[in-house]
């Protein structure tokens, strides 16, 4: 069974990481994930970083800026991640942009992911349906899930249609903003989460963008299966540094 | 073959909408919409006479005798320096306002380089009465002072664009990333043929009253409506899609476009993306694309600021592979001195932009019965310091 799936269907809320591959420090793309498999996430979301990453606030915009400076490429992320299944069992996502992974070549990049133990994609702007029409029978072939976005201005008809083609889980972005922590979520989010419970898709959600505690962590996993932090571990890795890792998953648990 | 856009948005290979699925309504709701409404009379009635009145068209199209002499050609140049605001900008940013009211938005947005549609657009909010916010990157507000200060005179708020390299492309981001942010209220204008479909083709559409002037204008001058070249400077590209828009499919027409060599083109320090890009993607769209192998976005450079795009609009990037029209790069140098000739032979001093295209008559001969026009895109007033600095006036 794929290694999402699996994680799916453990008891309990699911809580995934999302960290800037190259940052803070070039090499600690291993180091990072091995602090978080052993503080005992669920999975990890690592970020290939680009220069222009529209969909991202300030803070995983940074990260990446740093990353590309640190030398970070998408060869080298495939080089550290060479060796990654002798100790990684967690399920991976790469997410990125699509240009990087254009460059890099659509099936060369499926290829290196399926080698290096790669689960799924999540890339936030290739649109679904021309993923559908181009790419799917590709990543299909490796293997790969790709997971999409939805936003509470998402239809309810093009939910439906992004279920039917999506596996995995959904990525429910929190509110109408780019990614960022927030301290709290509003009547509104609330609504949303409960709105999109009721539709009893097939696939299962996490939410993401603004979960940084524990608090939010939890009103954001009342309904979805679990959710997805990114800015606020970063900010946390940029404070505290990689050794610490394990103090911020304990505080999200609590 | 045509040259305009599909049902789908692409030109050729190029186009598409390649956004977050967060834009996803606001950009379907203008797929839907933007053609319904511009075609409505009501719509066509305002946006006629908001030209004619408050722009001042149409522009002429005036036939440079000195000009033609030294080069022993016909030229003709369509005078959109006289636009109000010293630029073609505004007709884009006239339509689009008025498409925004008809949707019911109630606050604007809009990306700005050197500040020219950033002005443009605080314009058309001051004259509709409607919230209008402009990104523009840190290192362009300092360089770009008074067209800071018009905006503001205008009513906008000029934000700075902090991330990336604090350029046009920046400022792209982060109105992109307040349109994710506030995506009911709000109607992201765009200033050139680029982004996510349906901007191109609407933003061409909206500008291709150049052309459709032109052909008006040569019918009364030459007898007949189409030269044998035309001539626009390519950045973005929207004034040359909308000195192009009527010929595209009219094999009569030689079509030129002046993209901005910089110090050169090999030099690392250029913007000529026809030459320097690849395919890729950028603020939402498939084109010819300034980047690194790795696929990261490479800051382009010009002496001009609305020229140093990393990209161009996905019109031109299928002009250019499909071999329909000819590519020519002009580097600083030598638009500086055609901004120069132009100012001395025809009293007109053009932006450094539209000098861009003068520049190619000093290396790119024509016969002398053939018609060619060059449009003016815009007045130099707002360069007249990189002026004074680089010939010491």
Known sequence: MQRIDQAFQKPGKLLSIYFSAGHPQRDDTLPILTALQDAGVDMVEIGLPFSDPLADGPTIQESATQALKNGMTTARLFDQLRNVRQTIHLPLVLMGYFNPILQYGVEAFCRECAAVGIDGLIIPDLPVDVYHEQYQSLFEQYGLYNMFLISPQTSEARILYIDSVSNGFIYMVSSASVTGAQKTFGDAQQAYFERIAKMELQTPQLVGFGISNAATFQAATTHAKGAIIGSAFIQFLNEKGVDRIPEFIEQIRS | MSYHVNEKGYYGDFGGAYIPEMLYPNVQELQQQYKRITATAEFKKSFDD???????????????????????????????????????????????????????????????????????????????????????????????????????????????????????????????????????????????????????????????????????????????????????????????????????????????????????????????????????????????????PDGQIIEPYSISAGLDYPGVGPMHAHLFRSGRAEFIAATDDEAMTAGLTLSQLEGIIPAIETAHAFAILEHRPFQPDEVVVINLSGRGDKDLNTYIDYFKL
């Open chain 2, 50 to 292: 908001l030209l004619k009145d408050y722009v001042g068209r149409p522009t002429p199209l005036y036939f440079a005798q000195r000009l033609s002499e030294k080069y022993q050609t016909k030229l003709y140049l369509k005078r959109e320096d006289l636009c109000h605001t010293g630029a073609h900008k505004v007709n884009n940013t006239i339509g689009q306002i008025l498409l925004a009211k008809a949707l019911g938005k109630n606050r604007i947005i809009a990306e700005t380089g050197a500040g020219q549609h950033g002005v443009a657009t605080a314009t058309v909010c001051a004259l509709m009465g409607i919230q209008c916010v402009v990104y523009m990157g840190a290192v362009d507000i300092q360089r770009q002072a008074p067209n800071v200060a018009r905006m503001k005179m205008l009513g906008a708020e000029v934000r700075p664009a902090q991330s990336g390299s604090k350029t046009l492309k920046d400022a792209t981001n982060e109105a992109i990333r307040d349109w994710i942010n506030n995506p009911v209220d709000t109607h992201y204008i765009i200033g050139s043929v680029v982004g996510p479909h349906p901007y191109p083709d609407m933003v061409a559409r909206f500008q291709s009253v150049i052309s459709e002037e032109i052909q008006q204008q040569l019918r009364e001058k030459e007898g007949r409506d189409y030269p044998d070249h035309l001539i626009a400077c390519v950045g973005g590209g929207s004034n040359a899609a909308g000195a192009y828009y009527h010929y595209l499919d009219n094999p009569k027409v030689n079509i030129i476009a002046v993209e901005a060599a910089g110090i050169g083109i090999d030099t690392g320090a250029s913007a000529a993306t026809s030459v320097l890009g690849k395919e890729g993607i950028i603020h939402g769209s498939k084109t010819l694309l300034m980047q690194t």
